[in-house]
């Protein structure tokens, strides 16, 4: 597997600074207790994204979902999604990535507006420094700052519980929900709330695939 490569910083800050143009700044990532940060979080569009980001993109993706080929050919599963965190190192190379769906889903209550977390990865090498809590940490407060009163993810509940994320019973309806049990490593559906809006009961409907 080639090593992931650097995107020079002046293309994603006039990109980031052009997508988040009059919607507030952008959270900054914590830092882990008593340790020095060694690496810095940035919004991207995914329509912004370039060639040579795709392709360092994929990478990452390769090594962090080696149980599914499609990321050879495309950044991401069943749905392109409209916003994404990066994570670099401090030799600008990409070492963590959340991708966030906005999305509106049917319950009983009505329509609800979620935000929809997808391959969310920290590369192998990089594990263990704090940098999945530190994106989803900032990737909430910018979701909570644009009234999304809800996160969404697929995953194991060991990982994300301590992040508040809570899995959920409902019965979640999805276009590929018959073909979700052929997935190698398929997680749990769990929300995390960002607002006083209750959780609903019942079956929630994607209306389109899972993320």
């Known amino acids: 597997m080639a ?3 650097a995107t020079p910083r002046c293309d994603l800050e006039k990109t980031t600074s052009a997508v988040l143009e009059g919607q507030g700044d952008v959270p900054t990532a914590p830092s882990v207790a008593g340790r020095e940060r060694k690496w810095e979080l940035a919004y991207r569009s995914d329509l912004e994204l370039t060639d040579a980001e795709d392709q360092r993109l994929r990478t990452l993706l390769v090594a962090c ?7 050879w050919f495309r950044r991401y599963y069943l749905e392109r999604p409209a916003h994404r965190w990066i994570a670099r190192n401090t030799a600008d190379e990409i070492v963590g ?3 966030v769906h906005d999305k509106v889903v049917g319950s009983s209550q009505g329509d609800i507006r979620i935000g929809g977390l997808a391959e969310v990865c920290v590369t192998p090498s990089h594990r263990g420094l704090g940098i999945l809590k530190g994106m989803l940490q900032t ?6 700052a644009r009234d999304y ?3 969404m993810l697929y995953g194991q509940p060991h990982i994300y519980t301590s992040s508040g994320y809570s899995a959920i019973a409902n019965d979640v309806r999805a276009s590929n929900s018959p073909l979700r049990w ?3 490593r398929r997680g749990r559906p769990m929300i995390k709330a960002l ?3 209750p ?13």
């Open 139 to 144: 990737v909430h407060e910018w979701m909570a």
């Open 3 to 5: 090593s992931v490569s």
């Open 149 to 151: 009163p809800f996160s």
């Open 97 to 99: 990535h959340v991708a």
């Open 65 to 71: 979902f080696y149980y599914n080929p499609i990321f």
């Open 182 to 184: 052929l997935v190698p």
């Open 199 to 211: 959780w609903p009961k019942g079956r929630i409907d994607l209306r389109g695939p899972t993320f």
């Open 195 to 197: 607002g006083a809006l």
